[in-house]
């Protein structure tokens, strides 16, 4: 079966986020989505506690973190241990010998932490897959990225990268997997089996979620 999947989602948990993981579910069912990863940054969502959301929200909710390395950011997902301190090649090699799934997020993209072409070729050996299409990325850095995944033979996914629950969905990945339950879901994005979607978010969803942020920094 083809599943909707947002592959790049934060919740209130990250410092930068706005939206409830309660808000984030119900963003994503109304939009049409079987799933999601929840990548909060430097907060990894455990596998226990994925499966304890999936069952209280009713939407495929998957284990992932956004890691902030000296190279740049890095998901992981169903991630297996902390991962503070090491470098971006260590981070990669620990995710897959934990049998976990490393996605290099808007990597061509300066302006979001992205990791750039050197580093995205260091880590081709860890069996990358690439997200090609961000809604919060310019269109440019997306193609860049297409380029590279499409000339390196990498899977490509696409994640909303929303810090908004309004942002979830604009962007996702179609995931061929046999079922809709985590184990399926994860072998299938690991094995390559997907397609990413969607489109960009819009300038007024983007100003919406600047000034929710400003205003939830204030109230700190």
């Known amino acids: 079966m083809l599943l909707k999947i947002d592959l790049h989602v934060h919740t209130d948990r990250s410092p930068d986020g706005c939206s409830s993981i309660i808000e984030v579910a119900e963003a994503a069912k109304r939009k049409g989505l079987q799933g999601l990863a929840i990548t909060d940054h430097d907060l990894p969502l455990t596998e226990s506690d994925a499966l304890r959301l999936s069952s209280e929200l009713g939407l495929l909710v998957m284990p992932g973190v956004e890691l902030s390395t000296p190279a740049g950011h890095l998901i992981i997902l169903n991630p297996k241990r902390e991962f503070g301190g090491l470098s971006l090649r260590d981070v990669a090699k620990a995710a897959c010998s934990d049998g976990s799934t490393v996605i290099i997020p808007h990597p061509m993209d300066p302006l979001s932490h992205g990791i750039g072409f050197s580093e995205a070729s260091s880590l081709i050996p860890y069996s990358p897959l690439i997200e090609t299409i961000n809604a919060s990325t310019l269109s440019r850095y997306n193609s860049r990225a297409k380029e590279f995944a499409s000339r ?45 979607s969607g489109k960009r978010t819009s300038a007024v969803t983007a100003a919406k979620t600047v000034c929710t942020r400003l205003i939830r920094r204030m109230r700190r």
């Not at 909303?160 to 399926?184: I, R």
């Open 152 to 196: 390196n033979s990498l899977p490509m996914v696409g994640g909303s990268d929303a810090h908004l629950a309004d942002a979830v969905g604009d962007a996702f990945t179609v995931v061929d997997s046999p079922s809709c339950d985590m184990t399926s879901v994860i072998c299938s994005i690991s094995a390559g089996k997907t397609i990413p």
